[in-house]
Protein backbone atom coordinates (compact mmCIF):
# COMPACT_ATOMS: atom_id res chain seq x y z
CA UNK A 1 0.00 0.00 0.00
CA UNK A 2 2.41 2.30 -1.30
CA UNK A 3 1.60 6.22 -0.47
CA UNK A 4 -1.50 5.28 1.57
CA UNK A 5 -3.20 4.00 -1.55
CA UNK A 6 -6.28 3.25 0.50
CA UNK A 7 -6.54 7.01 1.62
CA UNK A 8 -6.96 8.06 -2.21
CA UNK A 9 -9.98 10.21 -2.87
CA UNK A 10 -12.06 8.84 -5.35
CA UNK A 11 -12.53 11.52 -7.09
CA UNK A 12 -8.14 12.64 -7.51
CA UNK A 13 -6.73 12.71 -10.44
CA UNK A 14 -4.86 9.97 -11.89
CA UNK A 15 -0.87 9.06 -10.58
CA UNK A 16 -2.63 10.87 -7.16
CA UNK A 17 0.30 11.10 -4.67
CA UNK A 18 -1.78 10.53 -1.38
CA UNK A 19 -2.85 13.20 1.33
CA UNK A 20 0.34 11.66 3.21
CA UNK A 21 2.81 12.48 0.55
CA UNK A 22 5.62 15.30 1.15
CA UNK A 23 4.48 16.30 -2.52
CA UNK A 24 0.72 15.90 -1.78
CA UNK A 25 -0.59 19.41 -2.80
CA UNK A 26 2.48 20.73 -5.04
CA UNK A 27 3.13 18.01 -7.53
CA UNK A 28 2.21 17.87 -11.50
CA UNK A 29 -0.39 15.44 -10.82
CA UNK A 30 -2.26 17.52 -8.60
CA UNK A 31 -2.81 20.63 -11.09
CA UNK A 32 -6.80 20.83 -11.42
CA UNK A 33 -7.57 18.41 -8.82
CA UNK A 34 -10.57 19.53 -6.22
CA UNK A 35 -8.86 18.08 -3.55
CA UNK A 36 -5.55 20.42 -4.22
CA UNK A 37 -5.65 22.82 -1.15
CA UNK A 38 -6.45 19.90 1.08
CA UNK A 39 -4.08 18.10 0.84
CA UNK A 40 -1.58 20.36 0.64
CA UNK A 41 -2.41 21.89 4.66
CA UNK A 42 -2.99 18.04 5.81
CA UNK A 43 -0.21 17.40 8.35
CA UNK A 44 2.95 15.33 7.24
CA UNK A 45 4.35 12.66 8.61
CA UNK A 46 4.17 9.78 11.61
CA UNK A 47 0.79 10.38 13.41
CA UNK A 48 2.13 10.85 17.20
CA UNK A 49 -1.16 9.45 18.46
CA UNK A 50 -0.62 5.88 16.54
CA UNK A 51 2.02 5.52 19.80
CA UNK A 52 -0.41 5.65 22.10
CA UNK A 53 -2.78 3.98 20.73
CA UNK A 54 -0.52 1.47 20.10
CA UNK A 55 0.29 1.18 24.15
CA UNK A 56 -3.27 1.15 24.86
CA UNK A 57 -3.93 -1.88 22.35
CA UNK A 58 -1.05 -3.89 23.73
CA UNK A 59 -3.29 -5.18 26.17
CA UNK A 60 -5.80 -7.12 23.63
CA UNK A 61 -4.92 -9.97 22.37
CA UNK A 62 -7.66 -9.81 19.04
CA UNK A 63 -9.36 -7.31 17.64
CA UNK A 64 -12.40 -8.17 15.54
CA UNK A 65 -14.15 -5.34 12.90
CA UNK A 66 -18.10 -6.62 12.24
CA UNK A 67 -19.01 -4.88 8.84
CA UNK A 68 -21.47 -5.13 6.89
CA UNK A 69 -21.91 -3.58 2.83
CA UNK A 70 -25.29 -2.10 3.25
CA UNK A 71 -27.74 -1.28 6.67
CA UNK A 72 -30.39 -2.73 7.72
CA UNK A 73 -28.87 -6.76 7.65
CA UNK A 74 -28.56 -7.23 11.78
CA UNK A 75 -24.57 -6.41 11.93
CA UNK A 76 -24.85 -4.59 15.60
CA UNK A 77 -27.34 -7.44 16.53
CA UNK A 78 -24.56 -9.82 15.18
CA UNK A 79 -21.80 -7.30 16.89
CA UNK A 80 -23.30 -7.72 20.13
CA UNK A 81 -24.79 -11.20 20.47
CA UNK A 82 -21.00 -12.29 19.64
CA UNK A 83 -19.59 -10.15 22.68
CA UNK A 84 -22.28 -11.91 24.86
CA UNK A 85 -21.14 -15.54 23.65
CA UNK A 86 -17.09 -15.02 23.99
CA UNK A 87 -17.74 -13.40 27.55
CA UNK A 88 -20.58 -16.11 28.94
CA UNK A 89 -17.38 -18.31 27.41
CA UNK A 90 -15.04 -16.69 29.97
CA UNK A 91 -12.88 -14.38 27.99
CA UNK A 92 -12.30 -10.63 28.50
CA UNK A 93 -14.26 -9.04 26.14
CA UNK A 94 -14.78 -4.99 24.59
CA UNK A 95 -17.23 -3.58 22.71
CA UNK A 96 -16.51 -0.82 20.64
CA UNK A 97 -19.37 1.23 18.76
CA UNK A 98 -17.67 3.33 15.75
CA UNK A 99 -20.98 3.81 13.77
CA UNK A 100 -20.70 7.43 14.97
CA UNK A 101 -24.23 8.40 13.41
CA UNK A 102 -26.52 5.83 14.57
CA UNK A 103 -25.40 3.86 17.87
CA UNK A 104 -27.64 1.05 18.80
CA UNK A 105 -25.30 -0.50 20.70
CA UNK A 106 -25.94 0.69 24.21
CA UNK A 107 -29.49 -0.50 23.96
CA UNK A 108 -28.59 -3.79 22.10
CA UNK A 109 -26.72 -4.65 25.65
CA UNK A 110 -29.12 -2.89 27.74
CA UNK A 111 -27.19 0.14 28.53
CA UNK A 112 -29.40 3.04 27.36
CA UNK A 113 -29.19 6.10 29.67
CA UNK A 114 -25.40 4.97 31.11
CA UNK A 115 -22.66 7.91 30.82
CA UNK A 116 -19.01 7.35 30.58
CA UNK A 117 -16.83 7.84 33.61
CA UNK A 118 -13.20 9.29 33.62
CA UNK A 119 -10.51 7.56 35.66
CA UNK A 120 -7.06 8.27 36.42
CA UNK A 121 -6.39 5.96 33.74
CA UNK A 122 -8.35 6.97 31.29
CA UNK A 123 -11.90 7.16 30.25
CA UNK A 124 -13.75 3.52 31.32
CA UNK A 125 -16.01 1.59 29.63
CA UNK A 126 -19.55 0.73 30.43
CA UNK A 127 -19.67 -2.23 31.84
CA UNK A 128 -22.69 -5.24 31.36
CA UNK A 129 -20.52 -7.76 32.98
CA UNK A 130 -17.24 -7.97 35.22
CA UNK A 131 -16.05 -9.34 31.43
CA UNK A 132 -18.02 -7.52 29.16
CA UNK A 133 -17.29 -3.73 28.50
CA UNK A 134 -18.65 -1.13 26.32
CA UNK A 135 -17.84 2.38 24.72
CA UNK A 136 -20.09 4.28 22.37
CA UNK A 137 -20.69 7.55 21.27
CA UNK A 138 -24.57 6.78 22.78
CA UNK A 139 -23.31 6.94 26.54
CA UNK A 140 -22.09 11.01 24.93
CA UNK A 141 -25.15 12.48 23.67
CA UNK A 142 -27.47 14.39 26.21
CA UNK A 143 -30.59 13.24 24.67
CA UNK A 144 -30.87 9.92 22.96
CA UNK A 145 -33.04 10.96 20.31
CA UNK A 146 -30.19 14.00 19.21
CA UNK A 147 -28.74 13.68 16.01
CA UNK A 148 -24.80 13.52 15.35
CA UNK A 149 -24.40 16.16 12.51
CA UNK A 150 -20.64 15.33 11.93
CA UNK A 151 -18.50 15.43 8.80
CA UNK A 152 -15.68 12.80 8.61
CA UNK A 153 -12.59 14.33 10.48
CA UNK A 154 -15.25 14.89 13.54
CA UNK A 155 -15.87 11.49 13.09
CA UNK A 156 -12.45 9.80 12.87
CA UNK A 157 -11.43 12.16 15.78
CA UNK A 158 -13.60 10.35 18.05
CA UNK A 159 -12.87 6.85 17.14
CA UNK A 160 -8.89 7.86 17.83
CA UNK A 161 -10.07 9.06 21.36
CA UNK A 162 -12.05 5.72 21.77
CA UNK A 163 -9.06 3.73 21.28
CA UNK A 164 -6.11 6.04 22.58
CA UNK A 165 -8.46 7.09 25.72
CA UNK A 166 -10.52 4.34 26.76
CA UNK A 167 -8.86 1.98 29.56
CA UNK A 168 -9.89 -1.32 28.15
CA UNK A 169 -7.48 -3.44 30.88
CA UNK A 170 -6.77 -6.88 29.41
CA UNK A 171 -9.30 -8.03 26.92
CA UNK A 172 -9.08 -11.39 25.13
CA UNK A 173 -11.35 -9.72 22.19
CA UNK A 174 -12.21 -6.76 21.11
CA UNK A 175 -14.81 -6.26 18.79
CA UNK A 176 -15.45 -3.35 16.89
CA UNK A 177 -19.20 -2.50 15.27
CA UNK A 178 -18.53 -0.64 12.11
CA UNK A 179 -21.34 1.54 10.70
CA UNK A 180 -22.07 0.33 7.17
CA UNK A 181 -20.10 0.82 4.11
CA UNK A 182 -16.60 1.64 2.61
CA UNK A 183 -15.91 5.46 4.37
CA UNK A 184 -14.53 7.15 6.75
CA UNK A 185 -14.72 5.39 10.07
CA UNK A 186 -13.61 2.38 8.13
CA UNK A 187 -10.62 3.39 6.48
CA UNK A 188 -9.72 5.54 10.16
CA UNK A 189 -9.91 2.12 12.28
CA UNK A 190 -7.85 0.37 9.75
CA UNK A 191 -4.61 3.54 10.10
CA UNK A 192 -5.39 3.31 13.42
CA UNK A 193 -5.52 -0.13 14.41
CA UNK A 194 -3.01 -1.71 11.69
CA UNK A 195 0.28 -1.10 13.50
CA UNK A 196 -1.56 -3.28 16.71
CA UNK A 197 -2.38 -5.68 14.55
CA UNK A 198 -6.26 -6.84 13.75
CA UNK A 199 -7.16 -10.36 13.43
CA UNK A 200 -9.98 -9.53 10.39
CA UNK A 201 -13.41 -8.93 9.87
CA UNK A 202 -16.47 -10.59 10.39
CA UNK A 203 -19.25 -9.39 7.68
CA UNK A 204 -22.73 -9.71 8.05
CA UNK A 205 -24.47 -9.82 5.22
CA UNK A 206 -28.76 -11.52 3.97
CA UNK A 207 -28.81 -13.64 1.33
CA UNK A 208 -30.48 -11.31 -1.36
CA UNK A 209 -28.52 -10.03 -4.40
CA UNK A 210 -28.87 -6.50 -3.33
CA UNK A 211 -27.03 -7.00 -0.26
CA UNK A 212 -24.11 -9.62 -1.39
CA UNK A 213 -23.69 -6.77 -4.13
CA UNK A 214 -22.56 -4.68 -1.43
CA UNK A 215 -20.81 -7.49 0.78
CA UNK A 216 -18.24 -8.14 -2.80
CA UNK A 217 -17.79 -4.05 -2.29
CA UNK A 218 -16.64 -5.10 1.60
CA UNK A 219 -14.58 -7.92 0.69
CA UNK A 220 -12.64 -5.67 -1.78
CA UNK A 221 -12.21 -3.06 0.22
CA UNK A 222 -10.78 -5.94 2.81
CA UNK A 223 -8.33 -7.27 0.55
CA UNK A 224 -7.64 -3.40 -0.52
CA UNK A 225 -6.30 -2.57 2.82
CA UNK A 226 -4.78 -6.01 3.90
CA UNK A 227 -7.41 -7.08 6.13
CA UNK A 228 -8.58 -10.69 6.56
CA UNK A 229 -11.83 -11.59 5.86
CA UNK A 230 -12.36 -14.31 9.14
CA UNK A 231 -16.07 -14.86 7.72
CA UNK A 232 -19.34 -14.36 6.42
CA UNK A 233 -22.74 -14.33 8.25
CA UNK A 234 -25.47 -14.92 6.45
CA UNK A 235 -28.30 -13.21 8.54
CA UNK A 236 -32.15 -13.71 8.36
CA UNK A 237 -31.71 -16.53 6.29
CA UNK A 238 -35.34 -17.33 6.25
CA UNK A 239 -37.93 -16.77 9.03
CA UNK A 240 -37.81 -19.93 11.48
CA UNK A 241 -40.27 -20.22 14.11
CA UNK A 242 -42.19 -22.30 16.26
CA UNK A 243 -45.76 -23.14 14.85
CA UNK A 244 -47.20 -21.99 18.18
CA UNK A 245 -46.02 -18.75 18.10
CA UNK A 246 -47.36 -18.07 14.18
CA UNK A 247 -50.68 -15.62 13.75
CA UNK A 248 -53.04 -17.28 11.76
CA UNK A 249 -55.49 -14.50 9.43
CA UNK A 250 -58.56 -15.48 7.29
CA UNK A 251 -58.23 -12.97 5.21
CA UNK A 252 -61.31 -11.70 2.47
CA UNK A 253 -61.31 -10.52 -0.94
CA UNK A 254 -61.55 -7.07 0.38
CA UNK A 255 -58.56 -6.92 2.45
CA UNK A 256 -60.75 -7.77 5.80
CA UNK A 257 -58.68 -9.42 8.33
CA UNK A 258 -59.92 -12.06 10.72
CA UNK A 259 -57.87 -13.27 13.46
CA UNK A 260 -57.96 -17.04 13.21
CA UNK A 261 -55.25 -18.08 15.68
CA UNK A 262 -56.91 -19.20 18.81
CA UNK A 263 -59.32 -21.21 16.71
CA UNK A 264 -56.16 -22.90 14.63
CA UNK A 265 -54.54 -23.29 18.01
CA UNK A 266 -57.41 -24.96 19.50
CA UNK A 267 -57.69 -27.43 16.70
CA UNK A 268 -54.37 -28.53 16.59
CA UNK A 269 -54.03 -29.37 20.31
CA UNK A 270 -57.53 -31.14 19.85
CA UNK A 271 -56.69 -33.29 16.52
CA UNK A 272 -52.93 -32.98 15.64
CA UNK A 273 -51.15 -32.07 19.53
CA UNK A 274 -47.74 -32.93 17.62
CA UNK A 275 -48.11 -30.26 14.44
CA UNK A 276 -47.34 -27.77 17.86
CA UNK A 277 -43.71 -29.34 18.18
CA UNK A 278 -43.17 -28.41 14.68
CA UNK A 279 -41.66 -24.63 13.49
CA UNK A 280 -42.72 -22.84 10.56
CA UNK A 281 -40.34 -21.96 7.89
CA UNK A 282 -40.32 -19.46 5.37
CA UNK A 283 -38.04 -18.21 2.59
CA UNK A 284 -38.30 -14.21 2.84
CA UNK A 285 -35.78 -13.00 0.75
CA UNK A 286 -35.06 -14.28 -2.91
CA UNK A 287 -32.33 -16.93 -2.32
CA UNK A 288 -32.20 -18.71 -6.27
CA UNK A 289 -28.74 -17.31 -6.56
CA UNK A 290 -27.10 -18.85 -4.13
CA UNK A 291 -27.01 -16.38 -0.70
CA UNK A 292 -24.02 -15.69 1.08
CA UNK A 293 -22.46 -19.31 0.59
CA UNK A 294 -22.25 -19.20 -2.96
CA UNK A 295 -21.04 -15.43 -2.55
CA UNK A 296 -18.16 -17.00 -0.73
CA UNK A 297 -17.32 -19.78 -2.77
CA UNK A 298 -17.08 -17.27 -5.49
CA UNK A 299 -14.80 -14.76 -3.89
CA UNK A 300 -12.35 -17.58 -1.81
CA UNK A 301 -13.26 -16.29 1.75
CA UNK A 302 -14.77 -18.11 4.61
CA UNK A 303 -18.72 -18.81 4.83
CA UNK A 304 -19.26 -19.27 8.58
CA UNK A 305 -22.82 -19.79 8.94
CA UNK A 306 -26.45 -18.99 8.56
CA UNK A 307 -28.67 -17.17 11.02
CA UNK A 308 -32.35 -17.66 10.76
CA UNK A 309 -35.01 -14.54 11.14
CA UNK A 310 -36.30 -15.60 14.55
CA UNK A 311 -38.29 -12.88 16.08
CA UNK A 312 -37.11 -13.92 19.88
CA UNK A 313 -33.64 -12.79 18.77
CA UNK A 314 -35.37 -9.37 17.85
CA UNK A 315 -36.79 -9.55 21.39
CA UNK A 316 -33.56 -10.15 22.95
CA UNK A 317 -31.46 -7.50 21.22
CA UNK A 318 -34.84 -4.86 21.58
CA UNK A 319 -34.77 -5.85 25.35
CA UNK A 320 -30.56 -5.68 25.82
CA UNK A 321 -29.83 -9.04 26.91
CA UNK A 322 -28.09 -12.03 25.26
CA UNK A 323 -30.06 -15.04 23.30
CA UNK A 324 -28.03 -16.97 25.09
CA UNK A 325 -29.11 -16.85 28.34
CA UNK A 326 -32.96 -18.19 29.05
CA UNK A 327 -33.38 -20.99 26.02
CA UNK A 328 -35.82 -18.68 24.66
CA UNK A 329 -34.24 -18.23 21.20
CA UNK A 330 -34.26 -21.55 19.94
CA UNK A 331 -33.86 -21.00 16.56
CA UNK A 332 -31.36 -18.11 16.48
CA UNK A 333 -29.10 -18.88 19.65
CA UNK A 334 -27.66 -22.56 18.37
CA UNK A 335 -26.89 -21.35 14.83
CA UNK A 336 -24.70 -18.32 16.69
CA UNK A 337 -23.33 -20.79 18.50
CA UNK A 338 -21.78 -22.47 15.46
CA UNK A 339 -20.77 -19.60 14.52
CA UNK A 340 -18.86 -18.09 17.42
CA UNK A 341 -17.15 -21.48 17.51
CA UNK A 342 -16.05 -21.60 13.82
CA UNK A 343 -14.84 -18.09 14.21
CA UNK A 344 -12.63 -19.20 17.39
CA UNK A 345 -11.25 -22.29 15.38
CA UNK A 346 -10.28 -19.53 12.37
CA UNK A 347 -8.82 -17.55 14.77
CA UNK A 348 -6.92 -20.68 16.38
CA UNK A 349 -8.46 -19.44 19.99
CA UNK A 350 -9.34 -22.18 22.91
CA UNK A 351 -12.04 -21.03 25.61
CA UNK A 352 -10.64 -20.62 29.19
CA UNK A 353 -10.02 -23.70 30.62
CA UNK A 354 -12.20 -23.18 33.70
CA UNK A 355 -14.93 -22.99 31.06
CA UNK A 356 -14.03 -25.61 28.91
CA UNK A 357 -17.16 -27.82 30.16
CA UNK A 358 -19.40 -24.81 30.48
CA UNK A 359 -21.01 -22.06 28.29
Not at 72 to 95: D, E, H, N, R, Y
Not at 119 to 140: A, K
Not at 142 to 153: E, K, L, Q, T
Not at 288 to 316: E, N, Q, T, Y
Amino acid sequence: MENGDYEVPENANEHCPGPQSESAGKSDACEGCPNQEACATVPKGPDPDLVTIAERMATVKHKILVLSGKGGVGKSTVSAQLSFSLAAMGFQVGLLDIDICGPSIPKMLGLEGQEIHQSNLGWSPVYVDSNLGVMSIGFMLPNPDDAVIWRGPRKNGIIKQFLKDVYWGELDFLVVDAPPGTSDEHISIVQFLQATGIDGAMIVTTPQQVSLIDVRKEVSFCNKVGLPVLGVVENMSGLCQPLSDLKFLNVTETGEQRDMTEWVLQYMREKVPEMLNLVAFSEVFDTSAGGGAKMCRDMGVPFLGKVPLDPRLGKAAEEGRSCFDDGKCGMSAPALKTIVEKLLSELKVSRPEIFEDGA
